[in-house]
C-alpha cells in the first residue's frame, strides 16, 4: 500500500452525525487502499472518546484540540491581514508541524483535503498529487448568511464569502483536482472557478441502508396516539436554526389548529438559544441530544426539511427516505437530491405549500405517505451506495 495525507476539518466519528458521515465512510474506503495518515480537529469534548476509532482505520494520525469560541475570537485577526476568516479558524502551528513531519518521514506523494480552511496544509506540498473534497462551495453558504442578516453581520458574511471564494480558486487552480458533494454544486462551482472548470467534478453521498432501515425494530419515542412531525440535524447550526424557525413560525401554527394534536419534534444536538426556545410553545418538542436518531424518524408521521440556505446534499433528507419515511422538503433541501417530487418525496416552495403537503398526507392515513416512503427507500438503495460513489476518490488520486 502506498502512503496518503488525509486532511479533516473536524474528527470524522461518531459516523451518525451530519457532517460527519461523508469523511468517515471517506476514512474507511481510503484505509482500504492506502496507509492513512490522518490529521484533524476536535473541537467537542465529548468527541475526544471516539479517537481510538479513528486511529483503528489510520497508520499515524494527530487529533489537534479546539475551543470553538477562542478559535471564533481568533479568526477575526484575518480582518487585519484581508485574509479569510475560516483560514484563520483552523489555522494551528502544531498541526503543520506534524504534517512536515510526517511528509517528509513517509515520503508522501497522495494529500487528500476535506473542506477547504484545511487545504492551508497541503498547500506547501506542490511535488504531491493533491485532491481537494470540497464538499459544498463553503462561499456560497457565507453569502447566503450575509443576505439573510443585516448589518453588520452582513458586511462580515460578505467579506467573508469573498475572501474563501477567492481561496477556493487558488486551491482549485493549484490542486490536480477538485471534488463536491453533488452535480449542482459541481456546476455552480465551475460558474465561480471557470478557470478550472476541467478538473471540477463531484461525488454523491451515500447512506448505510442497513442502518437506516425501516426493517429494524425502534421502540416508539412518542406518546401513545400521538402523531409528530420530525426535523433532524445538529441545532447549532444557523441553516437548521432558521428553518426550524421559519417552520415553527409561518407552517406549525396552521397545521396544530387544523390537527390539535400534532405535535412538531426538533431532534439534535446542541440546540441554540433560539431553538431552546421553542420548546415553550405548544406542541413543539426540542430533544437535544438524543443516542439514535432513528427512532424519531421511524415514528414520524411526516419529516419535514424546511431549509431555506443550503449547499451540497441534505443528509436527513436521505436518512429519512432510507427509513421509507415521507419527506416535505423545500426546494433548497432537495438540490442536489435525485428524487422525483410527488413520487419519492414531496416538494413545497412556500409555507402555504409545506401547510398543504403536510395536512395531505396526514388526512390520507399514512396510505400517501406509505406509498412516497417506500419509493424513497428503493430510490436510495438504487443510487446512494458509498462504495459505488466513493470509487471516484481513487481514480482521482491515481490518475497522472
Known amino acids: 500500500m502506498e502512503d496518503l495525507l488525509l486532511l479533516i476539518h473536524r474528527i470524522p466519528y461518531p459516523p451518525n452525525k451530519g457532517d460527519k458521515i461523508r469523511s468517515w465512510h471517506l476514512l474507511k474506503y481510503l484505509a ?60 494551528d502551528a502544531g498541526m503543520a508541524r506534524w504534517v512536515k513531519d510526517t511528509v517528509a518521514t513517509h515520503g508522501i506523494d497522495r494529500v487528500l483535503v476535506f473542506s477547504s480552511a484545511m487545504a492551508q496544509y497541503a498547500d ?21 448568511y450575509a443576505d439573510k442578516k443585516s ?3 452582513s458586511w ?20 490536480d483536482a477538485s471534488l463536491f458533494v453533488s452535480a449542482p454544486e459541481a456546476e455552480l462551482f465551475r460558474t465561480l472557478a471557470p478557470e ?3 478538473k471540477i467534478g463531484h461525488f454523491n453521498n451515500g447512506v448505510d441502508t442497513d442502518y437506516f432501515s425501516p426493517e429494524q425494530a425502534h421502540a416508539n419515542p412518542y406518546a401513545a396516539g400521538e402523531r409528530a412531525l420530525v426535523f433532524t440535524g ?45 420548546a415553550q410553545r405548544d406542541g413543539i418538542v ?27 446534499i441534505q443528509n436527513k433528507v436521505l436518512e429519512a427516505m432510507a427509513m421509507a419515511r415521507a419527506v416535505v422538503v423545500s426546494p433548497q433541501a432537495l438540490e442536489g437530491i435525485d428524487a422525483e417530487p410527488g413520487t419519492e418525496l414531496v416538494l413545497a416552495g412556500d409555507a402555504a405549500a409545506f401547510i398543504d403537503a403536510v395536512a395531505t398526507l396526514l388526512l390520507e392515513q399514512d396510505s400517501a405517505a406509505s406509498a412516497i416512503g417506500q419509493a424513497a427507500r428503493a430510490k436510495v438503495q438504487r443510487r446512494y451506495s458509498w462504495s459505488s460513489n466513493l470509487a471516484c476518490i481513487e481514480e482521482s488520486l491515481e490518475c497522472s
Open 196 to 198: 478550472s472548470a476541467a
Open 32 to 91: 482500504l487502499h492506502y496507509r492513512v495518515h490522518l490529521a484533524t480537529f476536535v473541537d467537542d469534548p465529548d468527541d475526544w472518546q471516539y479517537v481510538p476509532h479513528v486511529q483503528a482505520q489510520c497508520a499515524s494520525s494527530h487529533f489537534a484540540g479546539m475551543k470553538p469560541l477562542l478559535a471564533r475570537v481568533k479568526s477575526l485577526g484575518a480582518l487585519l491581514k484581508n485574509g479569510s476568516l475560516s483560514l484563520e479558524y483552523y489555522r
Open 156 to 175: 462580515l458574511y460578505r467579506y467573508e464569502a469573498d475572501q474563501l471564494l477567492r481561496y477556493e480558486r487558488q486551491v482549485a487552480r493549484d490542486y
Open 124 to 144: 506547501p506540498y506542490r511535488g504531491a498529487r493533491r485532491v481537494v473534497d470540497f464538499c459544498d462551495v463553503d462561499s456560497d453558504k457565507w453569502r447566503q
Open 234 to 278: 445538529a441545532m447549532d447550526y444557523w441553516p437548521n436554526v432558521d428553518a426550524v424557525q421559519w417552520f415553527a413560525d409561518e407552517a406549525f401554527p396552521a397545521l396544530r389548529t387544523r390537527f390539535p394534536g400534532l405535535r412538531f419534534y426538533v431532534v439534535g444536538a446542541r440546540p441554540a438559544p433560539a431553538v431552546q426556545a421553542l
Open 151 to 153: 448589518f453588520p453581520m
Open 286 to 312: 426540542v430533544t437535544g441530544t438524543v443516542p439514535d436518531v432513528r427512532p424519531y424518524i421511524a415514528h414520524a408521521a411526516v419529516a419535514v426539511a424546511p431549509l431555506r440556505i443550503a449547499r451540497g
